[in-house]
């Protein structure tokens, strides 16, 4: 089973939407990260994006960010396919498990009045 998904060249659609699966969870991080910070239910971990949490530029940076880095490892993936699709892989569960915490910070946080 396992060397049939690492079978790259004849899962080239499961690779793409992998990787659009990647850039909306990207997307959906900044998104959950925006809100917590702007009701004072969290900070951002990252320092790189620290300056751009409360702007609206936020988003458009993730997206561009992640869409590119996608491209990346699309453009990679044809030379080594294995590798790329582990890569992918890594990275989204990477971001699933801050979305996680970013859920559960919301869901435990108590109420901060305006």
């Not at 997206?63 to 699709?85: C, D, E, N």
């Not at 971001?95 to 559960?104: M, Q, T």
Request: proline share 4%; no cysteine; aromatic share 14%.
């Amino acid at each position: 089973m396992l060397h049939k998904l690492l079978d790259i060249n004849n899962n080239s659609r499961l690779f793409y939407l992998l990787l659009v699966f990647l850039v909306a969870l990207v997307v959906a991080d900044g998104t959950i990260t925006r809100f917590l910070i702007m009701n004072r239910m969290g900070t951002e971990f990252n320092p790189f994006l620290h300056e751009w949490v409360e702007s609206d530029s936020l988003l458009l940076l993730k997206l561009a960010g992640s869409a590119i880095a996608a491209f990346m490892l699309w453009r990679v993936s044809k030379k080594y396919p294995k590798l790329t699709l582990i890569v992918t892989i890594g990275f989204i569960v990477f971001y699933a498990v801050i979305i996680i915490w970013n859920l559960v910070i919301f869901f435990t946080a108590p109420s901060v009045p305006a």
